[in-house]
Structure formats: C-alpha cells, structure tokens
C-alpha cells in the first residue's frame, strides 16, 4: 500500500460545494499571517491540523470529503483560527474599507517608531467616531478607515497607529504606568501570553467614574457595537490581571484632573461651543460630527426616545423629529419648528438652555423649575440628566435612590442610597427602565424625564 503524501492543497478554485467553499475561507484564514509575522501560535497549530485530517482522509478513503468534514463546523457556525468568542483579532496592515479602496500599504505591523503624534483630546474624539456610529464588533471586518473591528482595531483606530495590533503588541507602542496616572486616552490591557485567545482585551480609559477611583469610564470594542461605561477597575473579569500603559506617540502634557474632551459645564454637562457651524451641516444627506453631536445634546434634553440605537454622524428621521420636538418646547411653531436646527436652537442646546422636551409627544412643556424643588402634586421636579453623573452631589439622588428601594429596585445598594450618584444607582436605575420594557439606548441607566416621571408615579 503506498505511502500518503503529506502536503497541503488547494480545493479548487470554481467549486461552489459547501465543504470546498468552506475549505477555502479556512486555509485563507489559516495562511493570512505566517507565525514569524506575528501570527497566533493557534493558526500554526490549526494550520497542521487541517493538513493531517486531509491525509486522513485520503488515507481511509474519505478523499476530500472526509477533511472539509473535520473543519467544517456545526450547521450555522463558523471555523476560527484566532479566537472563536474572545474580543480579539491579530495583527496585520490596515484593509480598504469601502468597496474600491485599495488596500492600505501594510508597512510592518508592531513598529512603534512609525507612530504618529497626537494628543488626548484627538483621541478620545476618534474613538467617539465609531461610539457615534455604532460600528459592529467583528474580529474579521474592517470599517471604513481600514481598522479591523474588535478592541485591538479599536485602540489602533484611536491610537491612529497606521496597522491592526493585537494584545499582544499594543504594548510595544506605549509606557507602563500606574493607576494613579492614568487619564484619558490611556488603555488597559490584558494580555494572556500562555493562551492569548483566553480572555485577552483591552480597552481605552476615558476618566474615572467615582472619587474613590473603583469605576472609571472604558470606550471599548465588543459585542456587539462599540460602547462607551462605567466599568469596574481594572475591568469585569481578570480584573487584577489590566494593566494601565500610556501612548508613547502623545504630545504635550495633561495636568491630572484637567478634562481632556468634552469638559463639563456648570451642572456637569459637556461643553460644547455656542457657535453655530451652519444651516449646511444638518439636513439630509449630511454625515459629520456635528450631527452626533446634536444628537447627543438632545437626547441629555430629554429626546433620548428618538434615539433607540444611539447618536449617528448621519443625519435621519430621528434627529429631525427630536429637533422638532426641542423646538415646539419652547413654543415655536410653523417654520420656527422644522426640525433643522438653526443658530438659536443650537445656542440654547450648547448652553442648556430653556425647555427640556416632555417626556412624551403631546404633553405640555414643564416650566423651568429649581433643581429638585416639588413638582405637582408635591412630587419632586426633574432636576435635568446632568444632575446624574459620576461624581455628582445633589439631593434628588438621594431622592432617587429612595424611591428605586420603594420600587423594589434596590438590589445594588449595599449601604443604602447617598446623594452622590454612584455606579448602584445607574444599575438599578437601568434594572428599573428595563421593567418598563426598553431596551438600548432607553434603558441606560441615566434617569431622564419620563424615568423620572414613573418613578414617581
């Protein structure tokens, strides 16, 4: 009986079988990136798999049949060499994002000297961009500026490192430091080096959450879009495990405590310029960041409801339809009322300024009240979603968090409800607008008026 050959092949190029179909993608996927590039010690391992259930089956007879069946996976799944799960890719070039873009020169992936320079507010607004856009997660498609969409792509994107790296080379491209150190536009990473597809991630740190620094805020890429939270430090799982690096590509100096993008206002809103960028940036068919950011000064105004999947830098319905209803709450009507902001509704949104939009369509606007003062019915007036922020002080907290444990939604509270706002109260104010049956962006945990209004109902 002859001896079988051990050698890869290639299923032919014009077989529309399943299984050959199949056998393509899988030793694509298997050759993309040779180990002495800095592919994962798996792809070698699954690479030699696959080359000894072909001879396999050669050998018993199951021709190639019998080896696209070991690979093959379940009905409805898929074969991965990297990390089936895990929140990861692996490094490579940057990719052609929209149909016709060639693909980007791949330079040398992990070459921290080609590093641009850029400071924390760029990119902390980089990673907004994909935050507006909702980018989904995928550790096998590239968005349109040629990141690979998982939380390795995702800190190169922000980083704009020019390559997709992968956990385990991020940190040849910045500085251990320590977590008192840590500001906005560093990252937390968790490297498992014995096993990187077991757990691996990371994240950008976007400032701290509480005083006692045990919450900060993490833009991160996972499933299944791009998410900006309050996160435990250093993460939910493997905690002690992320370690705190800075970009050795960062110019300037921040002083500790300083707000890098986005500092707050008085009453803990984001600053935004009172400059009205032009009637030519909203409307349809317009897509920059202007229109996220219109959005998501309505949504702090009590328009969160036209928002169910979150900002966008394209304009929509939705943004029409909450500029509307911003405008009529300040009694506009005709076409003081379109829906297209003009210089006076944007100066009123940068400044927080005049009527928040009723809870719902066809209710009357509330009348400026001071924050926290009795409402109808002796009921406590909406003091305004800026009151709930970390590392705010203010009564209606304690008030809320009162009322949450009188709902029955006090399980997070573990020594009660305070008038700082904490991570308890965002979790049971969420456990509470999920009861109410929303989901997204309704139910994140950061009361707004009709919240409010069921609460104290």
């Known amino acids: 009986m002859p001896m079988a050959a051990f050698e890869e092949y290639e299923p032919a190029g014009d077989c529309p079988c399943r299984g050959c179909a199949q056998r393509r993608r899988t030793l694509a996927r298997a050759r993309a990136i040779p180990l002495r590039d800095g592919g994962h010690p798996a792809a070698r391992g699954a690479r030699r798999a696959l080359v000894l259930a072909t001879a396999a089956g050669v050998v018993l007879g199951g021709g190639a049949g019998a080896a696209v069946a070991a690979a093959a996976p379940e009905p409805g799944g898929t074969v991965s060499l990297d990390d089936p799960g895990q929140p990861q890719g692996s490094r490579g070039p940057l990719h052609g994002g929209k149909k016709g873009t060639p693909a980007k020169?791949?330079?040398?992936?992990?070459?921290?000297?080609?590093?641009?320079?850029?400071?924390?507010?760029?990119?902390?607004?980089?990673?907004?961009?994909?935050?507006?856009?909702?980018?989904?997660?995928?550790?096998?498609?590239?968005?349109?500026?040629?990141?690979?969409?998982?939380?390795?792509?995702?800190?190169?994107?922000?980083?704009?490192?020019?390559?997709?790296?992968?956990t385990g080379s991020l940190d040849k491209f910045a500085t251990r430091i320590t977590k008192e150190e840590l500001l906005p536009g560093d990252m937390l990473l968790f490297h498992n080096p014995a096993d990187p597809n077991k757990g691996s991630h990371v994240?950008?740190?976007?400032?701290?959450?509480?005083?006692?620094?045990?919450?900060?805020?993490?833009?991160?890429?996972?499933?299944?879009?791009?998410?900006?939270?309050?996160?435990?430090?250093?993460?939910?799982?493997?905690?002690?495990?992320?370690?705190?690096?800075?970009?050795?590509?960062?110019?300037?100096?921040?002083?500790?405590?300083?707000?890098?993008?986005?500092?707050?206002a008085p009453g803990g809103t984001p600053a935004v310029s009172a400059t009205f960028p032009g009637a030519s940036k909203f409307g349809p068919g317009a897509d920059n960041a202007y229109v996220a950011q219109l959005g998501r000064m309505l949504s702090d105004r009590g328009g969160s409801r036209f928002y169910p999947r979150g900002v966008s830098t394209r304009w929509t319905d939705a943004d029409r339809q909450a500029t509307q209803a911003f405008q009529r709450a300040q009694g506009w009507t005709g076409a003081d009322a379109d829906g297209i902001p003009g210089a006076h509704t944007?100066?009123?949104?940068?400044?927080?300024?005049?009527?928040?939009?009723?809870?719902?369509?066809?209710?009357?606007?509330?009348?400026?009240t001071q924050a926290g003062a009795p409402g109808p019915a002796g009921k406590p007036?909406?003091?305004?979603?800026?009151?709930?922020?970390?590392?705010?002080?203010?009564?209606?907290?304690?008030?809320?968090?009162?009322?949450?444990?009188?709902?029955?939604?006090?399980?997070?509270?573990?020594?009660?409800?305070?008038?700082?706002?904490?991570?308890?109260?965002?979790?049971?104010?969420?456990a509470f607008q999920r009861a109410q049956g929303w989901r997204g962006a309704e139910a994140d945990g950061y009361p707004g008026p009709e919240t409010w209004r069921r609460l104290f109902a």
């Open 346 to 368: 944007w100066r009123l949104l940068a400044q927080h300024q005049g009527k928040d939009i009723p809870p719902t369509p066809g209710a009357a606007p509330n009348p400026p």
């Open 105 to 166: 020169p791949p330079g040398r992936p992990g070459a921290p000297s080609a590093v641009k320079r850029t400071d924390r507010a760029t990119i902390i607004n980089r990673a907004k961009l994909w935050l507006d856009a909702q980018v989904p997660y995928s550790m096998s498609e590239y968005w349109t500026d040629g990141y690979r969409q998982d939380c390795s792509g995702y800190v190169s994107m922000a980083w704009n490192l020019g390559t997709n790296e992968w």
């Open 203 to 264: 994240v950008l740190f976007g400032g701290w959450g509480d005083e006692s620094r045990t919450y900060y805020i993490a833009y991160e890429q996972t499933k299944p879009t791009t998410r900006r939270q309050a996160t435990p430090y250093g993460y939910w799982s493997n905690s002690t495990k992320y370690l705190p690096y800075r970009f050795n590509g960062l110019k300037g100096a921040v002083v500790p405590g300083t707000p890098v993008a986005d500092p707050p």
């Open 381 to 430: 007036a909406y003091p305004g979603k800026a009151t709930f922020r970390p590392g705010v002080s203010h009564p209606s907290i304690a008030a809320l968090g009162r009322r949450l444990v009188k709902k029955g939604f006090g399980a997070y509270y573990t020594a009660g409800p305070g008038s700082r706002w904490g991570e308890a109260d965002r979790r049971n104010v969420e």
